[in-house]
């Protein structure tokens, strides 16, 4: 019976022992097999969603009948300064959301930050 | 700059991208292929029907990926179930093998031509304590991505890895030269 070896030597000696095997035409074989991509038609959905967006705005501005035009004018009196500084907030707010959307939907950037959602 | 595979995941999702699967099955095969000739006991032929069938199951499946794993711990899982599967299909002991146990008692019966040939030493070991050895010490996930991808409590891995190791190291020693 000989000396037995240590464990790190024993894993080094499995790793270098398992051999790299060759694709083959193994990967050709597996994408052959795939199902046919499910091509979305995206920009129908774009096109719809802008659709509804138009149609729903149209709507609901005939259905406040003077509202939104009066709070337009009321909103043109405003001081330049002011609605700015609200258009601004309203970019950050926007734009914080985006972020998180697509930190959420990136698993390279959520890796890259660790966050867990 | 080379895409990683959370890079290659993210084209998949959003575009549902085959090339980018496509290297993500080059990049994988090797491995899963390896674990699975071990699983096997290298039965070439069923481990590479096995390995297809995995990535075809990883590729359908890839939404539930959360990324919360390495992508090879995940392919890893859902080889080890189709290897599973077949056994069960197959009527086949997922466990101790008798024969392999009397040839591992007793190293001098093994082909001198085998003598220092790790794999196969790696071969005589009862399943459960060789798929562990092959994915701690071979392939280099740890106890608890071991655990995850065998889906057994964390102490039988270790248990397992430990055992496996030592019967590698006394197998070994056994057909050592004089």
Redesign the interface.
Known sequence: MNAMIDDETLDRQLREAAPYIDDDGFTARVMASLPAAQRDPRWLRAMILLGLAILGSGIAYVLSGGFIREGMIQLSNFPIWLLLVFAFGCGLVVGAFAVIFAIRKTPEVRDLTRLEF | MEL?D??F??RVLAN???HA??EL??RH??SV??LL?QLTRTDISLA?DL??ET??RA??NIRSFR?EARFSTWLYRIAYNCFREDARKRKELVGVDEAQLQAEHDPQTVDPGLRHD??HA?NLLPRNERTA?VLC????LSHDEAARVLDIPLGTVKTNVLRG?EK???T???W???
């Open positions: 990683t959370a890079g995941i993210a549902d991208d085959q699967f496509g099955v080059r095969q090797s292929r390896g000739r590479d390995a297809q990535f075809l590729y359908k990324g790790l794999m790696l050895v010490c071979q392939n280099g190791r590698l190291k006394r070994l020693a056994a050592g030269p004089n």
